[in-house]
């Protein structure tokens, strides 16, 4: 498995030519299409378990995940009947059904969250969590990290991470707004500071505080590859409701990955309001956004702020949801288990690194890692800036080194991986070898 293939591309080729004849870029999010790290996107027919099978019939071990929805691994029996029984029942009803009272009841007895309310993206969730800040608070700004990103609201795109730090030219995104499209007026009421720098937060509070909403940010981030916050600034982000303002955490990635109450639990943190995505709905589209009951009651219907959605609470996706959480509620243990992988994982890739000569530093919390091209120390790394010193043309060396020797890293430098509970020590070995191999190819 771990010898370099001159695997087929042909199918995914054919495919791609025909996607881009229909969809801008041949796909549905940037990411997909490789381009900061070259060649073609594989076009995946199906996925059972740690692997991905693409058009072309080659089996690839995975390490995307879906972009971490999939921390049971792919079609999962207990999703797969879940959904199945769901199925059978209807698809869509446009009004209220027992799932999402489960998923809601699931949710709040796991996080601490007094209320929350589905939507059908991580994007949706962020965007109206802000809306609700800002109805709660009647202020307008709002203030975020450098390189976290928080899905494609016009606000947010601002200094926002990985889709946009891997842009079509593989190059840093400009300063804000970091998209055609989004206004600077409306930009301008995102405020940016530096991820991990309390100083900072401290003074902007200190000068501006009752003009802000909310201080929103990643509690771990995944989008600038893989930061970890240091107590200092987690203590500042808690500081900031001294001054009225609502602190959103954004567990989209983090939520139910890093630990069953997601990076608040494991990091004790007590955000006023959270937001979630991707493994909330199994593998399906689900958001949520809930927290503080006095906030969220502010919400349309019981409140003044409006935000509704034609499939939200979705049966099929509730179903997703509320078996993976069972799951994960079932199995507490699997976190250690991810978190040993993880941990065996970077030491060895460290380790092949050294013997090529490679400089890499790598960070890792859970199930999350990222290799980042460049010599700082491990740990290191813990802003924007320091993510962007690394070296994108070695990582899409090793990354094509991987890809054809059967393993799928996350197609960008500035991305984690997400490990899943179908990674065991055949997983762990075949990959071990192939980095190895593929260090050796990287020019440093
Ligand atoms: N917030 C974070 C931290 C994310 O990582 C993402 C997506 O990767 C989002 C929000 C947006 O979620 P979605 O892609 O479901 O809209």
Known sequence: MTTSQPHSTA????????????????????????????????????????????????????????????????NHPAV???????????????????????????????????????????????????????????????????????????????????????????????AAPSSAGVPEEYAGL?????????????????????????VIFEPVVGNAGVLIPTPDFLAALHRVRDFGAVLIADEVMTGFRLSLSGATGLLSL????????????????????????????FVSPQGPVYQA???????????????TLRELKANPDL??????????????????????????????IGSMLTVFFQGAPDGSVRDYAAAARSDTAAFAAWFQGLLSRGIYWAPSQFESIFISAAHGEAELSATLEAAAQAF???ES
């Open 270 to 297: 007590d955000p006023d309001l959270r937001c979630w995505g991707k493994i909330v709905g199994g593998g399906l589209p689900v958001g949520a956004y809930g927290g503080r009951a006095d906030i969220m009651d």
């Open 309 to 323: 959605g034609t499939l939200s609470g979705n049966p099929l996706a509730m179903a997703a949801g509320i078996a």
């Open 190 to 214: 995102t405020l940016v500071l530096d991820y991990n720098a309390p100083e900072a937060l401290d003074a902007l509070m200190a000068a501006r505080g009752e003009e802000i909403a909310a």
């Open 80 to 174: 797969r009947e879940a959904v199945t029984q769901a199925l059978a029942g209807g698809t869509s009803f446009g009004a209220p059904n027992e799932r999402e009272v489960d998923l809601a009841e699931l949710i709040v007895g796991l996080t601490g969250a007094e209320r929350v309310r589905f939507v059908s993206s991580g994007t949706e969730a962020t965007m109206s969590a802000l809306r609700l800040a800002r109805g709660y608070t009647g202020r307008k700004y709002i203030v975020k990290f450098r390189g976290n990103y928080h899905g494609h609201a016009d606000g947010l795109l601002v200094e926002a991470g990985s889709g946009l730090m891997t842009n079509a030219e593989g190059e840093l995104g400009a």
């Open 335 to 364: 976190y250690r288990q991810l978190d040993d992988y993880a941990t065996r994982l970077a030491a060895g890739l460290r380790e092949a690194a050294a013997r090529a000569g490679v400089p890499v530093s790598i960070n890792h």
């Open 11 to 74: 199918q995914s080729e054919a495919l791609f030519a025909r996607a881009r004849a229909v969809t801008p870029g041949g796909v549905n999010s940037p990411v997909r299409a490789f381009r900061s790290v070259g060649g073609v996107p594989r076009f995946i027919a199906s996925a059972q378990g740690a692997y991905l099978t693409d058009a072309d019939g080659t089996r690839y071990l995975d390490y995307i995940g879906s972009w971490g929805p999939m921390i049971l691994g792919h």
């Open 440 to 442: 050796e190819g990287v």
